[in-house]
């Protein structure tokens, strides 16, 4: 709103983060990954540096691209979309949003933020729609940049608006290309997609909240939308604006595999999670960062060269210290700088501090040293797959499990984790 970083106030804060999240209708771009990561990677910091940080991501469940990806079955569509966001997302290794509020789970909250603005001349209703009206809020257009009396809304005309830069707050049942409505003082309709937000941002953290995140292309009209939604009411809403920049496919060839990936789970099976999250780490969040063979094969070199540093223990060398890093993140959460830390510390084996500052983006080792009989099997197997005895070789792995160990084949020759259900 500033176009200015803005201090946060000192910890314990609060500080009350809402980042807009998906539709469902599919599985979700990797471009979604972004602010989801972006969001709990925030988290994670201001909760390392003292604060009590909260984090909710809405999940959108009723819009225009669900009921034409599903005709006749967009809510089936929509409940096994958003499972699959989840299962991706969970998948990233990151925990989850503190709240994933769903629309159709907010649909009596909504209606009733609606009454709220006729009741106080900020919106219409018209032929089952109703309209926020644009011209009872002169801060209009403050958030984008526009001149409010020359701003285009981007949604379908419709002779029902007194104004071609009103925009639906809530639209009528369309019988022949929606089958799901809900009932409101103006009809069967639903909500429209602005409006959602203002609500369960407000549902959950009250008038007021520190961070509204979303990706840039989200700036006009969506965020535009939800301050003169609520700012109109009087409410603060939020105090300070993140957008983050776009994932661009750059014109580089791209290889079969690379080519094809489009999708959070295609990416996260191609090249595994750590590749992914070291790849956003070295873009800074406010920019925009490619998404291509070369940068995604850097980024899966640079994750291996830590695991390398945490294997071959080497005895440490000066470094600089766990400043340099809370310094970095500190500025404007500036990744790519504490990513340069990181390889510091990696090139001086500076373990302790490495796996420390992986650990702030969900990428710490697990250094636990398994038991000596555990290490011995480990030992025997190598033997065993080094002769190709795999017979013998998966036995022994079966018996590492079931002392409460997995062996992991990776580059740097195999590991052990300790299993998670023991
Ligand atoms: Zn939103």
């Known amino acids: 709103m500033t176009r200015s970083l803005v201090e946060l106030p000192p910890p314990p804060g609060p500080v009350r983060m809402y980042f807009c999240g998906p539709t469902v209708y599919a599985r979700a771009h990797i471009g979604n990954a972004r602010p989801f990561i972006l969001g709990l990677w925030l988290r994670s910091w201001l909760r390392a540096s003292g604060y009590e940080a909260e984090l909710v991501h809405n999940i959108t469940d009723i819009n225009d691209k669900i009921y034409d990806a599903a005709p006749g079955a967009s809510a089936e569509l929509a409940a096994r979309a958003t499972q699959w966001y989840l299962e991706d997302t969970g998948d990233l290794g990151l925990g989850m949003p503190d709240h994933l509020p769903k629309a159709t789970e907010s649909v009596p909250q909504i209606v009733s933020f609606i009454e709220q603005l006729i009741d106080s001349g900020h ?18 257009g403050g958030l984008s940049g526009q001149r409010p009396d020359q701003v285009e809304q981007p949604e379908e005309p419709s002779a029902l608006k007194e104004d071609a830069r009103d925009f639906a707050l809530w639209k009528a049942n369309k019988p022949e290309t929606e089958d799901t409505w809900w009932d409101s003082p103006w009809g069967r309709g639903r909500p429209g997609w602005h409006i959602e937000c203002s609500v369960m941002a407000e549902d959950i953290f009250g008038p007021s909240f520190e961070i509204h995140g979303g990706g840039l292309d989200l700036v006009f009209p969506h965020h535009e939308n939800e301050v003169a939604q609520s700012r109109s009411l009087g409410h ?7 957008h983050n ?10 290889s079969k595999s690379t080519g094809n990936v489009t999708t959070i789970r295609e990416a996260i099976d191609e090249w595994g999670r ?45 470094a600089t210290g766990w400043e340099s890093f809370e310094d970095a993140l500190n500025d404007d959460f500036n990744t790519p700088e504490a990513l340069a830390v990181l390889h510091e510390w990696r090139a001086a084996s ?57 062996v992991q084949d990776g580059v740097v020759g195999s590991t052990l984790v300790p299993r998670k259900d023991m």
């Open 274 to 318: 750590e590749t992914i999250l070291v790849f956003f780490l070295g873009g800074h969040w406010r920019k925009p960062i490619d998404f291509s063979e070369l940068t995604l094969t850097q980024a899966a070199a640079q994750w291996r060269s830590f695991g390398m540093a945490i294997y071959e223990n080497r005895p440490p060398r000066p």
């Open 350 to 406: 500076q373990l302790d501090l490495l796996n420390r500052g992986l650990s702030i983006f969900g990428l710490g080792f697990v250094l636990e040293a398994p038991p000596e009989e555990v290490q011995e099997l480990a030992k025997e197997r190598s033997v065993a797959r080094a002769g190709k005895d795999f017979a013998e070789s998966d036995r022994l792995r079966d018996e590492i499990y079931r002392r409460g160990w997995i």
């Open 236 to 242: 603060p809403f939020a105090e300070i604006w993140a």
């Open 245 to 254: 920049g776009m994932l661009r496919f750059t014109g580089e060839k791209m």
């Open 123 to 140: 919106a219409y209703a018209a032929g089952g729609d109703v309209y926020f009206r644009v011209a009872s809020y002169p801060g209009y």
